[in-house]
């Protein structure tokens, strides 16, 4: 059946309409005969005014057609087509009304009226039952979607009353965390509480579970989607109807907030118009150029206006997106933007690159950063970061590269990680290559935490906080030093500016900042209130998870605490010890061969040997 009724075309069923509507002609006519006190009975009656009957039925569908109601699909049959149907009888009944007078057999005038409203009633019962038995035959073949609506106020209710007449939902109850409404029956179902969500869907086949709490606060509407989740059901959230046509707007209330927010202090601005030209007319190559950091030195190298802009970077992904927007920003001066694919570990290649393009400054943010994720990888973690930079670092001395500034990490003083002990371990590279070579400048840039940054701890809270929370913090006493993107490259600039080999600058970046104290920060400045042991109705709970491997509780930015001023009040140069040539030799030969038998145990035993502090987990996992 269902196959059939899909099969005819909308001109097709007009003429079946058009058929049912001529055949309640004669039905309405003899109701109407019936209903009358006449002297001859109303079959006889009917039987009399069989010749009129053909030419009413002709007006009939001359008035149909006419004002399109047969075209009227039964599941818009609503108030327009009912005024539509009243004038299609009311015209019916004139016709009869004329045609009896002058033909005869001439009937009382309340008899035209009431055949008028009798039809108007019977079309309209026609249709009703018309569009039920369609339903049913679409709700038998096709399968039904169960689902219980979560919120029992206006918008849940608006929205049951909606579904009765969807041909795929039905709404099965609804449940509702208001105890008030528990129990009574709204829209026709029933309204349970939620500690009954389990077995109302084991006991009445629930399929997935509407949200219909529009009012309610993100992170409560998150908590809530979590924890039917876990119970195994689909959910989906339902916006308020001002939103949906357009009184409110559809946005998350999480809003970015300017990094410099969480500081804690002032940011620190480094003017680098002294320094521009360093980098004015020069070839300029930048590795990793498609991270956070990169992306951002390739925007402030171009301000410079250098000759040429290298983009070298192992992801097409972000390699394509940074050369597109540096394209658009270049349009209008005389920079060549060259991208390039391709991997710093890669010798040939990299050889290649600095003599194909003459390059004349390397700025090499390439690397790989994330502490749990080199922890689990170690000898990735080291073939990328202490591989990579002495290929690229050799490469730009053999290529007579004027300078060389590696993009170094606080992690690197006494790391407890591998990614730390690898930072450390690029720094003593250059530092050995500096000292032995003349033409190219090497030095080193030491970062703490970049505000902003991809894998940051400030995006991290945001995303968990957009999720409902909770907010995860590995310890109540961790503390991190914190610069934005716009002053870590900044301090680059700079340091390459002023180098004049071998040097660590670090930026003042005033007092460490508590992790926990900047979770709260991230969630007040969302908007939401902190669920703890005074405010248990809070919104956003922080969750201490523990130290991960390799996690220090604070981080240090100098292995000593000589430091030595530049011309910038906020730029440093740390003093600190070096190897010599030989033992950065027997280091790299014992790694590689490391690396090249996958050998983990022993690619940590060297970096226990040759890196100070790495091996000391237990002293940075000390309690309060």
């Avoid at 809270?461 to 957009?466: C, H, V």
Wanted: neutral net charge; charged residues 15%.
């Amino acid at each position: 059946m269902l196959h059939l009724i899909r099969a005819l075309s909308r001109k097709q069923k007009s003429y079946i309409f058009l058929a049912a509507d001529l055949a309640l002609i004669p039905l309405s006519l003899l109701f109407t005969l019936a209903m009358q006190p006449l002297p001859i009975p109303a079959l006889q009656t009917l039987t009399a005014l069989a010749p009129v009957l053909p030419y009413v039925m002709a007006v009939m569908v001359l008035s149909s057609n006419h004002l399109g109601l047969p075209m009227v699909r039964l599941n818009a049959y609503e108030r327009h087509a009912v005024g539509l149907t009243v004038m299609v009888a009311l015209s019916t009944a004139g016709a009869l009304a004329l045609l009896t007078t002058l033909f005869g057999p001439r009937l009382p005038g309340g008899t035209y009226v009431i055949f008028a409203t009798s039809l108007v009633l019977f079309m309209m019962a026609l249709r009703a039952l018309l569009h039920q038995l369609v339903l049913m035959i679409y709700r038998r073949a096709a399968p039904r979607c169960r689902v219980l609506i979560y919120g029992a106020g206006t918008t849940g209710s608006q929205l049951a009353q909606a579904l009765k007449s969807h041909d795929g939902i039905d709404p099965v109850a609804f449940v509702d965390d208001n105890g008030s409404l528990q129990g009574m029956t709204l829209v026709g179902l029933q309204v349970f509480s939620p500690a009954r969500i389990q077995e109302l869907v084991e006991q009445r086949q629930i399929d997935r579970v509407l949200l219909a709490m529009p009012s309610q606060s993100q992170p409560k509407q998150a908590q809530i989607i979590q924890r039917l989740q876990r119970i195994g059901l689909e959910v989906q959230a339902l916006p308020s109807f001002a939103q949906l046509i357009g009184e409110e707007a559809l946005i998350d209330k999480l809003t970015p907030v300017p990094p410099q927010m969480f500081l804690g202090r002032a940011t620190r601005s480094l003017p680098i118009s002294a320094a521009s030209s360093s980098y004015a007319g020069r070839v300029v190559l930048i590795s990793g150029a498609g991270g956070s950091i990169g992306s951002e030195l390739c925007r402030q190298v171009l301000s410079c206006s250098p000759s040429k802009l290298v983009l070298f970077e192992l992801s097409e992904l972000a390699l394509y997106t940074i050369h597109q927007e540096l394209e658009a920003l270049a349009c209008e001066s005389e920079v060549e933007i060259v991208p390039i694919l391709g991997s710093v570990t890669d010798p040939r290649q990299v050889r290649q690159v600095l003599k194909t393009h003459a390059v004349q400054v390397v700025l090499h943010a390439a690397a790989y950063k994330h502490v749990p994720l080199v922890e689990a990888n170690p000898l990735a973690g080291l073939a990328n970061n202490v591989f990579g930079t002495q290929t690229l670092a050799q490469a730009s001395a053999q290529a007579g590269v004027e300078r060389f500034i590696l993009i170094s990490s606080d992690k690197a003083v006494r790391p407890t990680n591998v990614m730390g002990a690898s930072k450390r371990m690029a720094e003593l590279l250059l530092q050995d290559l500096a000292s032995r070579n003349s033409s190219t400048v090497f030095t080193m840039v030491r970062f703490g935490n970049v505000l902003g940054s991809s894998g940051s701890v400030v995006p991290l809270f945001q995303d968990q906080i957009s999720r409902g929370g909770p907010v995860t913090v590995t310890d109540p006493q961790v503390k991190r030093y914190f610069m934005t993107i716009s002053e870590a490259v900044q301090l680059v600039l700079q340091a390459g500016a002023e180098a004049q080999g071998g040097e660590v600058f670090v930026l003042d970046m005033g007092e460490p900042v508590s992790i926990l104290q900047l979770a709260r920060q991230v969630i007040e400045s969302a908007g939401y209130t902190l669920r703890d042991g005074e405010n248990p109705e809070g919104e956003i709970e922080i969750k201490i998870i523990g130290l991960r491997p390799g996690e220090k509780l604070e981080e240090e930015l100098t292995l000593t605490d000589e430091l030595i001023t530049t011309r910038h009040p906020k730029i440093f140069c740390a003093r600190e010890g070096v190897l010599s040539e030989i033992e950065v030799a027997t280091f790299m030969r014992g790694l590689r061969e490391a690396v090249t038998l996958g050998d983990v145990s022993a690619a940590r035993q060297l970096l226990q040997r040759w890196v100070e502090g790495y091996g000391h987990q237990d002293t940075a996992r000390k309690s309060s």
